[in-house]
């Protein structure tokens, strides 16, 4: 089972979940693409929270420039867990840490959730994916309907009050269009706007 995995060779990655909203047409989990050498993403079961600390603890964590909290599914399917953590991991390390999400936190946990990660992360990052509720729903296919984008915008706000780095990103196949759209939606959040490329593989990984 593999709980954490290392990515560029200096970033750390804790995979919590297979658990996702939404079935994005170009999600790994669906694609099921691995290159030769790379790890197996795909929980048999969902690691409980003491044993994703006792991984990290069996690790030099401030050798490491991020600990990123990522895939394969969504963690913030996890939410309780992934606040518990990052509260262990802030007293025994100063990595830098980083949510890649999804966004949907909030209807995923009904209730505003981003206040709970005051002083917990370094960074967020959150994949936008579209610039309209029904242009995101063609793409992500969320469990949330036509509510999971405005509700997205909605905690990317709102968790700039309380992580100090906040980004949105979109990958580089979308047509520039709607590329410059999601930029200007991004804008009004507050957040930092990202293009990633869509045939690294990685950057499906990192979502
Ligand atoms: S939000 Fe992320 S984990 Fe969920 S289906 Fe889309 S790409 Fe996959």
Known sequence: MTITYVVEEDHLYVNMTNRCPNACGFCVRSLNERRE?????????????????????????????????????????RFDDLVWLCRQVRQMSCVNIRLNTNG?????????TAPELDGLLDSVSISLNASTPEKYQEICHSRFGLEALPAILKFTKTVGLYVPKVYMTVVDNMPREEISACERLCRETGATFRVRH???HQSYVEK
């Open 104 to 112: 949907l936190s909030d209807l995923i946990n009904g209730r505003s």
């Open 37 to 77: 050498g790379e790890a197996d993403l795909w929980l048999e079961r969902e690691p409980t929270r003491e044993e994703i600390l006792e991984q990290l603890k069996s690790k030099d964590l401030d050798s490491y420039r991020e600990l990123v909290f990522c895939g394969y599914g969504e963690p913030t399917c």
């Open 198 to 200: 869509f045939l690294d």
